[in-house]
């Protein structure tokens, strides 16, 4: 126990050196237990700063980048957030602190199956999670005040685009595979701004559903 409160120390201390200075981003990862996202025979790493692989082939981001693109999108309680590749389900948890809902794709079933147990088990509830294709994103519960890609795309699709209000925040590992950036994206009227932040890897972004 003692030793995953020095661990978290550790890992918040350790994010603060990369300049990682929201107190609200800082202590959403200091709440949630990494540890549970993780595959049993991995566990002991949960805290270091470092992505690790999870089911289906998949990873489970560095904090250091979930730190950073939670950051990078500037959210509040009223805000809305559509995230693209649930996978372990870490990222929407983190979110699901700072944000009024969130609402997350994945296309594996298994990582979705295991992504909804676990955060049941966390009692976060304003956690929406569904099987699909994020290439054609959220129809429904659009329009969204914040954008989340978490698997490398060349562009951001159209559709997607769409689902994002005026004014709103996407952030999305851009360019082509082993070549993406960080980017922020910003909407303002029908002008779409983007800033490249850091080099970064991610699991490329893939259309349709595996149900195995
Ligand atoms: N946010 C995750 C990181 C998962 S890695 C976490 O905190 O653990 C990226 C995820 O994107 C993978 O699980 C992958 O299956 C998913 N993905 C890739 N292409 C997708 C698509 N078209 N629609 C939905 N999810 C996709």
Not at 6 to 19: C, G
Not at 173 to 179: C, H, M, R
Not at 196 to 205: G, T, Y
């Amino acid at each position: 126990m003692n030793d995953i409160i020095e661990k978290k120390a550790r890992l918040t201390m350790s994010l603060r050196a990369q300049a990682i200075l929201s107190s609200p981003v800082l202590s959403a990862i200091e709440t949630i237990p990494r540890e549970i996202f993780i595959d049993s025979a991995l566990k002991q790493h949960a805290y270091e700063n470092a992505s690790l692989p999870i089911a289906c082939g998949q990873t489970i981001s560095q904090p250091y980048i979930v730190a950073k693109m939670t950051e990078t999108l500037e959210i509040t309680s009223r805000h809305t957030v559509l995230e693209i590749g649930t996978g372990s389900g870490y990222q929407a948890a983190i979110l699901s602190l700072l944000a009024r809902r969130v609402y997350s794709l994945e296309r594996h079933r298994p990582l979705f199956v295991e992504a909804r147990n676990r955060l049941a088990d966390l009692k976060l509830t304003n956690i929406t999670l569904r099987l699909g294709d994020g290439f054609s994103g959220w129809p429904e519960a659009a329009p969204f005040d914040r954008i989340i890609f978490t698997c490398q795309v060349e562009h951001v699709p159209d559709a997607i685009i769409q689902q994002l209000k005026p004014d709103g925040i996407l952030i999305a590992p851009i360019g082509s595979p082993g070549k993406e950036f960080l980017t922020k994206l910003t909407k303002k009227g029908d002008v779409i701004h983007s800033e490249k932040l850091i080099s970064v890897r991610f699991v490329p972004m893939v259309p349709g559903i595996e149900h195995v």
